[in-house]
């Protein structure tokens, strides 16, 4: 590729744009990378991409689960915007009038292809990938029987090998793994797993123990949980060799210095790190602090950027990368000033919303300070510029930030220019028991 900056080009000339690889691993907590906090020897490829591009090290999403949280990062507006989301039995879609990057992307010529493996990915059902000319999705009735890793990489590397001589392309691939149930490949098993476990089948995260344990049916003891946790550590370490296989062969292909690389997360995971398990239920760093990682060779040094962003700013970033226009509707911002060592000059403070097991909840995260708003529940304020864990809850005690932090929120909702509710999603019988399947049962209310 040859730096778009300076071959500006006349009217209808053509541009040298890169082709962008947008790789979503469910469900993968950002302390579990090697690079950042986690297990040393867990993740060496996405640290070897992390060690070649920018690691933004403060990253957040903006729902604790898939649907909601996708859709931000296609369209750059927060879910109480894009509409997208929901909760169990009431889930919603994309609303119709907001633009996705994936249709910028399209607009100039790009070829665009999604490979998922959960129905909340659906373009028709749920709208997020709506814009893609293609979208290879395998949905599975149970989260046992998915796509695993391997397949995935596979499918991604296959369209790539066809589709390269046609131009740039913008592919999202999204691994369902390491999301529950956790069941390892063998040889990452016996590495990750407790060593009771090593050797044997006993998994954790099946439909039945997920709606018992939401359901109040199933309280799993701590020391369950740790050999769960060993388990998705496997299951991430996996994730990471399948990311490395997929790099390993744009770079055979010759495309790994053409392109633009994006890993990131839609959110992350809980172990009891506030007394709960999986994800969808709260708004703590668990589960919206995201890997991301993004590797441009041909326009971004290796760095690692520590203040805080969001993945509304990433269809902002990709945009500047590939010289697209940046559609008026997106609210976030390029991360590209702040990727070549500019300082901030404006903050990038951090709303979250949605609950996908109950009454939404919404987070407001600003100046080292975050706000959690539950309804019918008491706010809660944490500084986590001192307590990353959000384990001190300083709502009564420091009165005058919970009152700055409330005030910001109020005025941000009250200021959001596109309010969106999203349509209720139509969901036939057969779509509701799958799932039923994977554990998302629910009747509308
Ligand atoms: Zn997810």
Redesign the pocket.
Known sequence: MVAVAALLPACGAEVDRPSVVMVVG??LRADKLSCMEGPEGLTPYLDRIAAQGVRFDQARSHAP??LPSTASMLTSLHPEEHGAGGRLGRFTTLDAEVETVVKSFRDLGYRTHAIVNVLFLDPKLFGVTRDFETVDQQVFETNVDVRAAEATTRAALEWIEANRDDGPFFLLVHYFDP?CVYAPPPAFRQRWATPADQQGEWTFGTRPQMVAIRDGELSPAAATIERAEALYNGEVSYLDAQIGRLDDGLASMGQRDELVLVVTA??GEEFLDHGGFEHGHTLYDELVRVPLLIRAPARLKPEVVGAPVRHIDLAPTLCELCDLPVPGQFVGRSLVPLADGAPELERRPTLAHGNMWARPQTSWTSAGWKLIVREGAPAQLYEVAVDPGEQRDLAASRPEELTRLQAELEAVERGMTALRRGEAAALDPRTREVLSGLGYGGEDE
């Open positions: 469910d469900t689960w898939t999301h839609d959110h």
